[in-house]
């Protein structure tokens, strides 16, 4: 995967809702983050190979989160560690509800350039994931990863998605998969699945909360599968579980609506617990299929 390693400062704010967030009373947890190692991990657990190309700070945040991308077992050898800048922080108010709103420093973590990528960076691996990073080095990786053979997923996130269609075209014209949430989707797509097949896209993916999400085929079929029933207390990192478990199962050869039930019960374990790295493993969603048969 492609993109940011924070250092994710959660505070989870305590139900009182006639004393407000002005009150910032509740628990605070600190532990990594960043979308793309949130993926990373999120492969891991489900028992794929995974690596990380990224860069940090040389300070004591970023030996922290290295040191826990080991023992999760993600290859961290791609990471470049930069001398002089700050490891990437983010700062997340997680709701009662599990609602989460993110204030992000972007720090060291966006200073892979285009040169440092070349075609090892590839070898070995079948599929490359890009979320929000620099798009010179965005671009250049996908190009890179295709020229290579791997398939490409894009997850543009909140802010990349704001700056729209225009911005990404270079980036999703060498994409196979774009998965966005529901706001995300209104923003880059304006709701229109045809703009991204025109450039190019096989499989636009719209995660929707607590009602599932909705796959939309180059060919014109939908997929739809309802989310699960759970008691969510932190959506940190659940997209990107989702995604992590969605592509999964395709690069397995299951089917699209296997792909989408499996993503799901996967996203929605993970919000039942703290933090962006709590996503399950491969038994934990199989198990929890088994006794959800919808
Ligand atoms: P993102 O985290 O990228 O904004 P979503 O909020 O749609 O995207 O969450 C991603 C996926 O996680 C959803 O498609 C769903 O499968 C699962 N999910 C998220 N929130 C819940 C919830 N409250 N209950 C059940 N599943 C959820």
């Known amino acids: 995967a492609l993109g940011h390693l924070l250092m994710d400062i959660q505070l989870y ?21 960043g979308s793309a190692s949130n ?15 990224t860069s940090v700070g040389f300070d004591g945040f970023g030996r922290v989160l290295l040191e826990e ?4 077992g993600v290859d961290i050898s791609r990471v470049k560690i930069v001398i002089g800048q700050q490891t990437g922080t983010s700062f997340l ?4 509800s599990g609602d989460v709103k993110v204030f992000e420093y972007v720090g060291a973590s966006e200073a892979v350039e285009p040169k440092d990528l070349s075609d090892a960076a ?3 691996f079948d599929h490359l994931h890009i979320t929000m990073y620099r798009l010179d080095t965005a671009v250049h990786a996908a190009r890179l990863a295709k020229k290579l053979g791997l398939s490409v997923s894009v997850d543009p996130g909140r802010i990349w998605s704001a700056r729209g269609l225009d911005y990404l075209r270079e980036l999703l014209a060498e994409a196979d998969y774009l998965l966005l949430n529901e706001s995300e989707f209104r923003a ?3 709701g229109d699945v045809g703009e991204a097949f025109g450039l190019g896209i096989d499989m636009v993916i719209v995660k929707r909360g607590p009602q599932g999400a909705t796959a939309y085929l180059r060919s014109g079929e939908i997929f739809e599968a309802w989310g699960f029933k759970v008691e969510a207390v932190d959506t940190t990192g659940a997209g ?6 969605f592509l999964a199962a395709l690069l397995e050869g299951r089917g699209v609506d296997y792909a989408l039930r499996f993503a799901n019960a ?6 039942t617990r703290k933090g962006a790295r709590s996503s399950p493993t491969r038994e934990e969603v199989e198990k929890f299929l088994a006794t959800r048969n919808i």
């Open 39 to 53: 993926f990373a991990v999120a492969a891991r657990r489900l028992g794929l190979a995974s690596a990380i190309i």
């Open 266 to 271: 996967a996203g929605a374990l993970k919000t």
């Open 93 to 96: 108010l997680v709701y009662p």
């Open 13 to 33: 704010l305590a139900d009182k809702p006639d004393v407000g967030e002005a009150a910032l009373v509740g628990e605070l947890r600190y532990g990594g983050g």
């Open 188 to 190: 880059l797509l304006r």
């Open 122 to 124: 590839f070898k070995g």
């Open 69 to 72: 991308l080991m023992r999760e």
């Open 240 to 245: 990107d579980a989702f995604d992590a478990a």
